[in-house]
């Protein structure tokens, strides 16, 4: 069973910058596919950013594309997601997910095989 720790969530600025972090642990995390999904007040969880095994391929939402970047460190089992140039339509609470396949995450569904508990992230204008 893996599990999924987010942290680094909070309150920013328009404009600001956060790093998120998940921590993964109960499996090699080499072989786990990571993603980042967000679910904003009253909308639908919906797909953020999702990275290969060893990093060397990403893809994003329309959305975030260029002021976000994913990132995975596999020495410390975890993944990032940079996010710059915020907005108010960033604020969700943001869930980090892992699969051992690419296809759940790459589509962008909510049918990853494991996912974290969220971290908040509120962005005010």
């Known amino acids: 069973q893996v599990q999924l720790v987010e942290s680094g969530g909070g309150l920013v600025q328009v404009g600001g910058s956060l790093r998120l972090s998940c921590a993964a642990s109960g499996r090699t995390f080499s072989s786990l596919v990571m993603g980042w999904f967000r679910q904003a007040p009253g909308k639908e969880r919906e797909f953020v950013a999702v990275?290969?095994?060893?990093?060397?391929?990403?893809y994003y939402a329309d959305s975030v594309k260029g002021r976000f970047t994913i990132s995975r460190d596999n020495a410390k089992n975890a993944v990032y997601l940079q996010m710059n140039s915020l907005k108010p339509e960033d604020t969700a609470v943001y869930y980090c997910a892992a699969d051992t396949d690419w296809s759940p995450l790459r589509r962008g569904g909510l049918d990853a095989e494991y996912w974290g508990q969220g971290t908040q992230v509120t962005v005010s204008s």
């Open positions: 990275i290969s095994w060893s990093g060397s391929s990403t």
